[in-house]
Nanobody, 112 residues
Framework: QPRLVESGGGLVQPGGSLRLSCKAS????????IGWFRQAPGKEREGVSC????????FYEDSVKGRFTISRDNATNTVYLQMNNLKPEDTAIYYC?????WGQGTQVTVSS
């Protein structure tokens, strides 16, 4: 059974950057599309970005286009989400997803 572990969250000031990691075990990430989702307090979970399994095509939710970059490292079985120019509205718990499997999430807080 796949296991996904997110890390890299934290407290950052507006305009700052963070890089989230999603480390997988029990499955080779190279064969799957991987998504990043987030859930802010009082809101539903929403998709942020994903990367396809075949040619690494990437997709981004409109509010993060130009600021976030998703990538994968097959050697370490890890998917990353580089987040730049962070805004207070990016504050949420961020989760990675592979099919029906979810990680435990990592908290991102953007505040001055």
């Amino acid at each position: 059974q796949p296991r996904l572990v997110e890390s890299g969250g934290g407290l950052v000031q507006p305009g700052g950057s963070l890089r989230l990691s999603c480390k997988a075990s029990g499955v080779g990430l190279r064969s799957y599309a991987i998504g990043w989702f987030r859930q802010a307090p009082g809101k539903e979970r929403e998709g942020v970005s994903c990367i396809s399994s075949d040619d690494d095509t990437t997709f981004y939710e409109d509010s993060v286009k130009g600021r976030f970059t998703i990538s994968r490292d097959n050697a370490t079985n890890t998917v990353y989400l580089q987040m730049n120019n962070l805004k207070p509205e990016d504050t949420a718990i961020y989760y990675c997803n592979l099919n029906m499997y979810w990680g435990q999430g990592t908290q991102v807080t953007v505040s001055s």
